[in-house]
C-alpha cells in the first residue's frame, strides 16, 4: 500500500528557510510525480511544486525563485527546499503522489487525481 509521510515543518522567521521531506513507501519514488500543496486556515489548498518522473519541477509563481523540489539523497524521498520564507507561506504543507504524466500538474485544468497524500506537516512564518 502506498504512503507518504511528511516531516520537517517548524516555526520560522520571515527571511529564512525551512526543508521538508516526503516519504514514500509501498512504490517506487521515481515511477510518480511528487507534489507538495499547502493549505492555510480559510483559504483553498493550492499547489505549490511538482516534480515528475524526469525530475523536471513545476512551481506555483509565489515561490517560483525561493522554493526547489528535488528528490533526496535517499530515493524513497522528496525534498522541498523553502528560503526566504514570507508570513504568508505560513499553512499545512502536504506531500501527494500519483501517477501522472509531465503535463498533470497542480496547475493543469482539470486537476489531475493523485493517488495518495499524506498527512501534513505545519509551517508557520513570523513576521
Known amino acids: 500500500q502506498m504512503q507518504v509521510v511528511e516531516s520537517g515543518g517548524g516555526l520560522v522567521q520571515a527571511g529564512g528557510s525551512l526543508r521538508l521531506s516526503c516519504k514514500a513507501s509501498?512504490?517506487?519514488?521515481?515511477?510518480?510525480?511528487t507534489a507538495w500543496f499547502r493549505q492555510a486556515p480559510g483559504k483553498e489548498r493550492e499547489g505549490v511544486a511538482q516534480i515528475d518522473t524526469e525530475g523536471t519541477g513545476t512551481y506555483a509563481d509565489s515561490v517560483k525563485g525561493r522554493f526547489t523540489i528535488a528528490r533526496g539523497d535517499d530515493e524513497d524521498t522528496v525534498d522541498l527546499r523553502m528560503d526566504n520564507l514570507k508570513p504568508e507561506d505560513t499553512a499545512r504543507y502536504y506531500c501527494?503522489?500519483?501517477?501522472?504524466?509531465?503535463?498533470?500538474?497542480?496547475?493543469?485544468?482539470?486537476?489531475?487525481?493523485?493517488?495518495?497524500w499524506g498527512q501534513g506537516t505545519q509551517v508557520t512564518v513570523s513576521s
Open positions: 509501498g512504490y517506487v519514488n521515481t515511477s510518480y510525480s
Open positions: 501527494a503522489v500519483g501517477w501522472l504524466s509531465a503535463e498533470e500538474t497542480f496547475a493543469a485544468r482539470p486537476s489531475p487525481t493523485y493517488a495518495t
